[in-house]
Nanobody, 115 residues
């Protein structure tokens, strides 16, 4: 499975961004898809995830501000980010796992929120 992210940018606090990730190659066995982020000097953390059936879950820090959505037919997962805060600044990574629980990662896309 290959994952390619897009949509990262520089935005002012309070603004919005939409990240997109498209999966290719052997996508039939993808189960869960997710977005993680890693800020400088910090560990990578889960932001939001969605099951194949469409059930989402979110980190407490983004609940009510971010929305994850998935299109199984198009093999895409998007992350709509509203009311962005400087602490949301990070590299955002797309993640997927398959039926055998093998994890796949994208190359990351930079999101910078200026105060």
């Amino acid at each position: 499975v290959q994952l390619v992210e897009s949509g990262g940018d520089v935005v002012q606090a309070g603004g919005s961004l939409r990240l997109s990730c498209v999966a290719s190659r052997d996508t039939a066995n993808i189960e869960n898809m997710a977005w993680y982020r890693q800020a400088p000097g910090k560990q990578r953390e889960l932001v939001a995830a969605v099951t194949r059936g469409g059930s989402p879950n979110y980190a407490d820090s983004v609940k009510g501000r971010f929305t994850i959505s998935r299109d199984n037919a198009e093999n895409t997962v998007d992350l709509q980010m509203n009311s962005l805060k400087p602490e949301d600044t990070a590299i955002y990574y797309c993640n997927a796992d398959d039926y055998w629980r093998v994890n796949y990662w994208g190359q990351g896309t930079q999101v910078t929120v200026s105060s």
